[in-house]
């Protein structure tokens, strides 16, 4: 705190910097020294093959700080360092990321200091991998780096032309500028939502036929649950309603499980009272049979389900909505895309709304990825690429930031 003004300083980005062992590692001390130009404080984290290549007094000369090298620091100490420094930074990144690390993180490994601080860090990680072409195409590298993806890791790909090794292609460590720029966003990502009361809504409703039955649908939650933990990494205090699904809970995030839409309902308007941000990436079930049968219903019983439609949950939180609050909602839909979810936008009366094509194979329901296009809150259309769920949900959440900044969501 500021003794005078009562405020808080803006305070300098804390960045852990991994350095992993490959020889763009002697770009290491560049990094820090723009790095710190920028206004950032950098600590390192030096892996032992990475010594080969730069020292660590070079980096704790530029960056001011000892380097941290093992699990256990260099002298015995009363202090648990790995979480010391998870606790202390509000960004990871490495680079240069060889293939081993990228593959040690993508399985969760946690055998030397910088691969335990990647599992116990939940704020942004970016990393910024170099390595020789081959290793770069090679498909399990492939994979790795799609699977670091989908877990909210920004992945800054190598850039073309000659290596150390001779080799030309992919697998040069991008300018540093560039690593510079993503370094800082990310920083500054950390706490972009910081306080901030995020309702989040995920998954199907099952609404019952009878004790053994129900009306559903194939929502995963993996998209709901995405926007929550990148919502969560960016300091907001969320809550995550969701109906039946099968995912671990992201750290950090209460959840309230629900089974049906009445159930949805209820949760939804009473976590939405002190909400800024609500957004509804849940499939509720548009109709649910108009009475459940007590006792299982028989095959040989001549049967007919009659349905009733189930309340509209977005429509009545934007009618109730709060000032200030920016509400998000969804539309699942198989053809006429763009026109269909404009209309439901204005029907809905939300801010933002993200249409799925749900009819298309790899995308919307249960796939990793999504395919979506954002109708902005003047009710334009803006098609993004197919990405993995957790970046649809990083940028849903940039432009959530942009409304919130304008003070717009009425
Ligand atoms: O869960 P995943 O497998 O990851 O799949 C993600 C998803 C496809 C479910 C998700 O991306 C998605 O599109 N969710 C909304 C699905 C949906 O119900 O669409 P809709 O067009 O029927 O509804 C439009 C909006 O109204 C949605 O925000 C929905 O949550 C909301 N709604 C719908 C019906 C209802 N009774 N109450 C509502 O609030």
Redesign the pocket.
């Known amino acids: 705190m500021d003794a005078e003004s009562g405020a808080d300083p803006v305070r300098a980005p804390r960045i852990l910097l991994g350095v992993s062992g490959g020889i763009a590692a002697y770009k290491a001390a560049e990094l820090v020294r723009a790095l710190v130009r920028e206004g950032a404080e950098v600590q390192c984290i030096l892996t032992r093959r990475a010594e080969q290549f730069v020292t660590p007094l070079a980096l704790a000369t530029l960056s001011g700080r000892p380097v941290a090298r093992t699990e256990f620091g260099d002298e015995p100490a009363p202090t648990i360092l790995h979480i010391d420094l998870v606790r202390w930074a509000d960004a990871l990144v490495v680079a240069p990321a060889t293939g081993n690390v990228l593959a040690r993180f993508a399985r969760g490994l946690a055998d030397d200091l910088l691969s335990t601080v990647y599992l116990a860090f939940d704020g942004p990680v970016v990393v910024a991998p170099a390595m020789n072409p081959r290793m770069w195409d090679h498909e399990e590298t492939r994979e790795n780096v799609a699977r670091l993806g989908r877990r909210g890791v920004t992945v800054v790909p190598p850039g073309e032309g000659f290596l150390a090794c001779g080799d030309e292609g992919a697998g040069r460590l991008v300018p540093l500028e560039e690593i510079v720029a993503e370094a800082l966003a990310a920083a500054r990502r950390s706490s972009s939502l910081d306080g901030m009361h995020v309702v989040v ?3 199907p409703t099952y609404e019952p036929i009878d004790p053994a039955r129900f009306v559903g649908n ?7 649950f995405a926007i929550a933990a990148a919502a969560r990494a960016r300091g907001a205090q969320v809550t995550l309603v969701h109906g039946p699904v099968a995912l671990a809970p992201p750290w950090g995030v209460e959840t309230v499980p629900v089974r049906t ?1 009445g159930e949805m309902r209820a949760a939804m308007r009473q976590a939405a009272r002190a909400a800024r941000v609500v957004v ?7 109709h649910r049979p108009a009475a459940a049968a007590e006792r299982k219903i028989s095959r040989r019983e001549p049967y007919t389900l009659d349905l009733v439609p ?6 009545e939180l934007t009618a109730a909505r709060r000032a200030g609050q920016v509400i998000v ?5 198989t053809h006429d895309v763009v026109e269909r979810a404009q209309a ?1 936008k204005k029907r ?1 009366g939300c801010d933002l709304l ?1 249409a ?1 094509d ?1 009819s298309t194979p790899g995308s ?4 990793e990825d ?1 395919r ?1 296009t954002l109708i902005d809150e003047r009710g334009r259309a803006e098609p993004w690429p197919l990405m993995s ?1 957790r970046q649809v949900a990083e940028r849903l959440l940039d432009r959530v930031e942009r409304l919130l900044a304008r003070g717009e969501g009425p």
């Not at 509804?280 to 548009?286: E, I, L, Q, R």
């Not at 189930?310 to 429509?315: K, T």
Request: charged share 20%; glycine share 12%; net charge positive.
């Open positions: 809504s995920a998954g194939r929502s995963s939650g993996r998209m709901g839409a509804m990436a849940a499939a509720v079930a548009d189930n309340p509209d949950i977005l429509a909602g969804f539309a699942a839909e439901k809905k993200l799925n749900v919307g329901f249960e796939a999504n979506v769920k």
